[in-house]
T-cell receptor, first 118, second 113 residues
C-alpha cells in the first residue's frame, strides 16, 4: 500500500516553455502532498505543501508564480514549472503521507521527475 | 530549527561486509525514518521508528531509535550489490518543517566487487 506515482519520469523542454508534473496517490487519499527539489548528490529540499481544495504553502525563497501547484482532488497534485529556464533543471520529487494522513505517518515518495531545460 | 548530522558521507566497502551509518540531531525527535534512494528514483521507506530504544529489522537492515531521542543508526548486514545507493535519515519533531521532517544529507554507499 501507500504507493505514490509521479509522471513523467523525465522531461526535456525548451527555455520559456511550461512543464506540468503529476503526483498521484494510487491506493490512498492524500489531503496533503509535498513537492521537493533535489540537486545532484544533495538531500531533498522542500519547496511547497500542496493542500487539497486550498492554496499551496510555499517555503521561503520559492517563487509561487514560478512553481504553480494545484491539488484538485484527494489523489492528484500537479506542479507546473512556468517559463522554465536552464537553472530550473533539477530532480523534482513529490510525497504524501500514508493512509490516514496522520502527522506521524511516514512519507511515501514518488519516483521523481528529471527536468532538463535546454 | 533542528539540525541533523548524518555520517559517514560516503562508504566504500566490499561485497559481504556489514555497513553502519548514523544520524544525530541537536534536539529531540519523536520519529526517525530511514530511506534509500536509487539513482534517478525517489526515496523508498526502509524503516520507521517511533519509540526511544526501539530496534526494528527489515531483512538485512536493522535500525534503532536512540535512547536520548537525538540519534538513530542503520545497519546493513552482509551487503550485496543492490544495496548501492544513497541512504537518508529523516527525523520528525515538534517545530519541524511543513512536512514535519528534517533530512540528513545522505550516506552514499558504494560496493566494490
Amino acid at each position: 500500500g501507500a504507493v505514490v506515482s509521479q509522471h513523467p519520469s523525465w522531461v526535456i523542454c525548451k527555455s520559456g516553455t511550461s512543464v506540468k508534473i503529476e503526483c498521484r496517490s494510487l491506493d490512498f487519499q492524500a489531503t496533503t502532498m509535498f513537492w521537493y527539489r533535489q540537486f545532484p548528490k544533495q538531500s531533498l529540499m522542500l519547496m511547497a505543501t500542496s493542500n487539497e481544495g486550498s492554496k499551496a504553502t510555499y517555503e521561503q525563497g520559492v517563487e509561487k508564480d514560478k512553481f504553480l501547484i494545484n491539488h484538485a482532488s484527494l489523489t492528484l497534485s500537479t506542479l507546473t514549472v512556468t517559463s522554465a529556464h536552464p537553472e530550473d533543471s533539477s530532480f523534482y520529487i513529490c510525497s504524501a503521507r500514508g493512509t490516514g494522513g496522520l502527522y506521524n505517518s511516514p512519507l511515501h515518495f514518488g519516483n521523481g521527475t528529471r527536468l532538463t531545460v535546454t | 530549527g533542528q539540525q541533523l548530522n548524518q555520517s559517514p558521507q560516503s562508504m566504500f566497502i566490499q561485497e559481504g561486509e556489514d555497513v553502519s551509518m548514523n544520524c544525530t540531531s541537536s534536539s529531540i525527535f519523536n520519529t526517525w525514518l530511514w530511506y534509500k534512494q536509487d539513482p534517478g528514483e525517489g526515496p523508498v521507506l526502509l524503516i520507521a521508528l517511533y519509540k526511544a530504544g526501539e530496534l526494528t529489522s527489515n531483512g538485512r537492515l536493522t535500525a534503532q531509535f536512540g535512547i536520548t531521542r537525538k540519534d538513530s543508526f542503520l545497519n546493513i548486514s552482509a551487503s550485496i550489490p543492490s544495496d548501492v545507493g544513497i541512504y537518508f535519515c529523516a527525523g520528525r519533531a515538534s517545530g519541524g518543517g511543513a512536512d514535519g521532517l528534517t533530512f540528513g544529507k545522505g550516506t552514499h554507499l558504494i560496493i566494490q566487487p
